[in-house]
């Protein structure tokens, strides 16, 4: 399982665009990564998943460069609601059944 | 946007009792899993579940753990003979039939053992 590296934490002031990288230098060909978000008791939700290049939803966007070992979130216009730990992750999602191996996350603090 | 649901959401047990904690998942999925978060940890993996059987499992996940898919929605978690280091979060997590389908994760159950 690859392991990921990321920011214990950041801050951001409301409404600026917040990017979080996340290093992955031993990812497979069949590893996609994915980010969650991870309010106090409650569960990691989901956020956007993605292989290569760029992909955007409508809470964020996942670069991806072409060597796939580092993935950068980005949210834009953060606001105070979207204080929480973000996760990234990889693993083998088109295996079906996959575990996934959870680090300490990046803490994001918005303030206002 | 359809959910995965967790009962109790807080259950607290006597040290030595067992403990069958609740989940369902979103209901076209077919992977479901399971895993728990001490305070102040890490998520981590305990097993998962495809075809009414485990299709892999952490070493955490020893004999004092089963899961069990009852019915066609409920998917369980029973601990045995708890232990006060079982005090957790424990989430269900549930993935669809096709490939490259992120896990969609329940609120919890907080477990406090005493």
């Known amino acids: 399982l690859a392991k990921t590296t990321q920011p214990i934490s950041m801050d951001s002031y409301e409404g600026q665009e917040v990017n979080i990288t996340c290093s992955h230098n031993?990812?497979?060909?069949?590893?996609?990564i994915t980010w969650y978000q991870q309010f106090p008791s409650q569960g990691p939700r989901f956020i956007i998943q993605g292989y290569k290049t760029k992909v955007t939803n409508e809470v964020a966007s996942l670069f991806i460069p072409a060597d796939r070992k580092s993935s950068t979130l980005s949210l834009p216009r953060v606001s105070l609601s979207d204080t929480a730990v973000y996760y990234c992750l990889v693993a083998e999602t088109g295996a079906g059944s996959y575990q996934l191996t959870f680090g300490k996350g990046t803490k994001l603090s918005v303030i206002p | 946007e359809p959910e995965v649901t967790q009962t109790p959401s807080h259950q607290v047990t006597q040290m030595g009792q067992e403990v069958i904690l609740r989940c369902v998942p979103i209901?076209?999925?077919?992977?479901f899993y399971w895993y728990r978060q001490i305070l102040g940890q890490k998520v981590e993996f305990l097993v998962s579940?495809?075809?009414?059987?485990?299709?892999?499992k952490s070493e955490i996940f020893d004999d004092q753990f089963s899961v069990e898919r009852p019915d066609g929605s409920n998917f369980t978690l029973k601990i045995r003979s708890t232990k006060l280091e079982d005090s957790a979060m424990y989430f269900c997590?549930?993935?669809?039939?096709?490939?490259?389908?992120?896990?969609?994760f329940g609120d919890g159950t907080r477990l406090s053992i005493l």
């Open positions: 579940f495809y075809n009414n059987e485990i299709s892999e």
């Open positions: 997590a549930s993935s669809g039939g096709s490939s490259n389908q992120p896990q969609h």
């Open positions: 031993n990812i497979a060909t069949n590893d996609y």
């Open positions: 209901s076209n999925h077919l992977y």
